[in-house]
T-cell receptor, first 114, second 111 residues
C-alpha cells in the first residue's frame, strides 16, 4: 500500500549509542519531515526536507542529523542517544511545499533511551 | 501563548452523543488540518480545510477564517472514536509547508 513506512516500530538504546530511524515514502512527495511527540508537548518539528539534497532544521534539531539523497528516503540519525530523546517519532510527507496539500504520516517509532 | 489552542483538553462522552472539539489559532494560515491518533497508534489525516466546511461520514469540520477558529464535530459518537484529535495549521509566511500543532484533545466515548 502506498504511504509512509517507518522502521523500527520500537527501539531501546543505551545512553551514548547511535542509531538511524528509517522513513520511506512511495508517493513521490517532495516534502518530508520528522517530528517527536512527548506527553504534554504535542508534536514538534525536528528536521524537514523540501526535496532531494535539501534539508533544514526545525524547532528541536539538536542531537539529530538528517540527509535526503533520494526523493523516497529521509532517515533520522541520533548521534549519541540521551534519555531526553526518549519519545515517539513520526515521519510525514506532503506532495509539495508552500501549497495546500495534505500530509501522510508514518506509524511512528517508539524510542526509549536508558 | 501557543499559536494553536485546542479545547477541551479532555472530553468524555456517552455513545451516541454529538461531540464538538474546538481549535483557535493566532497566525494567518493557508490551511488547517484535523488529525486523529488512536492510543499507541499512528496519525491519520482527517481533513484539510482552507475555507467552509467538509464532511466525511460522521465527521464534520468547519472553519471561520475571519474568526481564526475551526471546529470538529462527531455525530452519533461511538467507542471506536476514542482517540486524540489534533488540530494543526500551515502558517501563510512559513517556508516549507511546516505544520504548527495544537496540544490535542483526548476523547473517550463510553458505551
Amino acid at each position: 500500500n502506498a504511504g509512509v513506512t517507518q522502521t523500527p516500530k520500537f527501539q531501546v538504546l543505551k545512553t551514548g549509542q547511535s542509531m538511524t530511524l528509517q522513513c520511506a515514502q512511495d508517493m513521490n512527495h517532495e516534502y518530508m519531515s520528522w517530528y517527536r511527540q512527548d506527553p504534554g508537548m504535542g508534536l514538534r518539528l525536528i528536521h524537514y526536507s523540501v526535496g532531494a539534497g535539501i534539508t533544514d532544521q526545525g524547532e528541536v534539531p539538536n542531537g539529530y542529523n538528517v540527509s535526503r539523497s533520494t526523493t523516497e528516503d529521509f532517515p533520522l540519525r541520533l548521534l549519541s542517544a540521551a534519555p531526553s530523546q526518549t519519545s515517539v517519532y513520526f515521519c510525514a510527507s506532503s506532495r509539495a511545499t508552500g501549497r495546500n496539500y495534505g500530509y501522510t504520516f508514518g506509524s511512528g517509532t517508539r524510542l526509549t533511551v536508558v | 501563548k501557543n499559536e494553536v489552542e485546542q479545547s477541551p483538553q479532555n472530553l468524555t462522552a456517552q455513545e451516541g452523543e454529538f461531540i464538538t472539539i474546538n481549535c483557535s489559532y493566532s497566525v494567518g494560515i493557508s490551511a488547517l488540518h484535523w488529525l486523529q491518533q488512536h492510543p499507541g497508534g499512528g496519525i491519520v489525516s482527517l481533513f484539510m480545510l482552507s475555507s467552509g466546511k467538509k464532511k466525511h461520514g460522521r465527521l464534520i469540520a468547519t472553519i471561520n477564517i475571519q474568526e481564526k477558529h475551526s471546529s470538529l464535530h462527531i455525530t452519533a459518537s461511538h467507542p471506536r472514536d476514542s482517540a486524540v484529535y489534533i488540530c494543526a495549521v500551515t502558517p501563510t509566511m512559513e517556508y516549507g509547508n511546516k505544520l504548527v500543532f495544537g496540544a490535542g484533545t483526548i476523547l473517550r466515548v463510553k458505551s
